[in-house]
């Protein structure tokens, strides 16, 4: 890790310099330092205001709001697209089918296929 990473960032001291002057008489007393009179004026400056990333936030919630209808659309539309494959049977048709699903526990699908192949021939549909 580079040493300047830890450093303190002060942007409005970017392009100041302070210079220590000679040490005093007293050990324990600190340095005397010698400040520019820019550093001074940049010391009262006020600070940038921090950035609040409110464009992001925002594109970030439409985003999720678009995501969101999308995921809702696709979900009716695949609720209401799926049709009753039985719709058309008789009613000795509909049984044979209701009983074939639980048997074999296959789709919809399958189950047609096997039973209208047959007849609608239940024992002849599931060996």
Known sequence: ?????????????????IIPGAASTNKNAPPNV????????????????????????????????????????LTSIALNSKKDVTENF????REAFKKMKSITDASDDVCVSLLSKTGFKLNDSIE
Request: aromatic residues 8%; hydrophobic residues 35%; proline residues 5%.
């Open 1 to 17: 890790m580079n040493s300047s990473d830890n450093d303190l960032h002060y942007p409005n001291l970017v392009h100041c310099d």
């Open 34 to 73: 010698t400040i520019s009179f820019e550093c001074l004026e940049a010391m009262d400056a006020p600070l940038p205001e921090l950035y609040d990333f409110h464009i992001e936030k925002e594109i970030e919630m439409k985003m999720k709001q678009n995501q969101d209808s999308s995921t809702a659309l």
């Open 90 to 93: 008789t009613l000795f048709q």
